[in-house]
T-cell receptor, first 113, second 115 residues
Framework: AQTVTQSQPEMSVQEAETVTLSCTYD???????LFWYKQPPSRQMILVIR??????QNATENRFSVNFQKAAKSFSLKISDSQLGDAAMYFC??????????FGKGTRLHILP | EPEVTQTPSHQVTQMGQEVILRCVPI?????FYWYRQILGQKVEFLVS????????KSEIFDDQFSVERPDGSNFTLKIRSTKLEDSAMYFC?????????????FGQGTRLTVV
């Protein structure tokens, strides 16, 4: 079965610093997508960044970037220049072939002023 | 920017009552999903829907639940005879292609409280 694992239930980072959230996954697919979703206190689910497994280049969206290690099945999210508005739950996710998105348990990120 | 809209944002219901959660997916999307998140826990898949039928459902999605696309725009989740443990945040999502190809766009969620 496809699994997504986030081993850090909570993390804290000083404002303006950089933080990395970890995610590992397991899949038998050769081509797949990986996502990071942000869930702020409003409880919305907001797509932060996505990575296509066949692309070797790591995805980047402004202050957000990923470190995708396909062989290790690792997909970490790096947030640079952390801002107070980045405080949220972050979910790593991957769709399976049955159109079901599998989510990790989430990492709660605190931004310290 | 197009978005998925869910109503109501918060629903309180008596145990045993039926509730209908409503969603308006993005207009050109073909795949629709419901997820739920019990407070403090992970996001769980409930059901996916394509071409007017369920394409996949989880073990959570038992006979108590049903989905419907009553017209060209709405996508509903009906929960019959609600139980206390149905209290959760329910998210609707839609995607243009199957989940393996592109991202799913999520609505803002409906917080269901069963009392």
């Amino acid at each position: 079965a496809q699994t997504v694992t986030q081993s850090q239930p909570e993390m804290s980072v000083q404002e303006a610093e950089t933080v990395t959230l970890s995610c590992t996954y397991d899949t038998s697919e050769s081509d797949y997508y990986l996502f990071w979703y942000k869930q702020p206190p409003s409880r919305q689910m907001i797509l932060v960044i996505r990575q296509e497994a066949y692309k070797q280049q790591n995805a980047t969206e402004n202050r957000f970037s990923v470190n995708f290690q396909k062989a290790a099945k690792s997909f970490s999210l790096k947030i640079s220049d952390s801002q107070l508005g980045d405080a949220a739950m972050y979910f790593c996710a991957s769709p399976n072939r049955d159109d079901k998105i599998i989510f990790g348990k989430g990492t709660r990120l605190h931004i310290l002023p | 920017e197009p978005e998925v809209t869910q109503t109501p944002s918060h629903q309180v219901t008596q145990m045993g009552q039926e509730v209908i959660l409503r969603c308006v997916p993005i207009s050109n999307h073909l795949y629709f999903y419901w997820y739920r998140q019990i407070l403090g826990q992970k996001v769980e898949f409930l059901v996916s829907f394509y071409n007017n039928e369920i394409s996949e459902k989880s073990e959570i999605f038992d006979d108590q639940f049903s989905v419907e696309r009553p017209d060209g725009s709405n996508f509903t989740l009906k929960i019959r005879s609600t139980k206390l443990e149905d209290s959760a945040m329910y998210f609707c999502a839609s995607s243009e292609f199957s989940g393996g190809v592109t991202e799913a766009f999520f609505g803002q969620g409906t917080r269901l409280t069963v009392v």
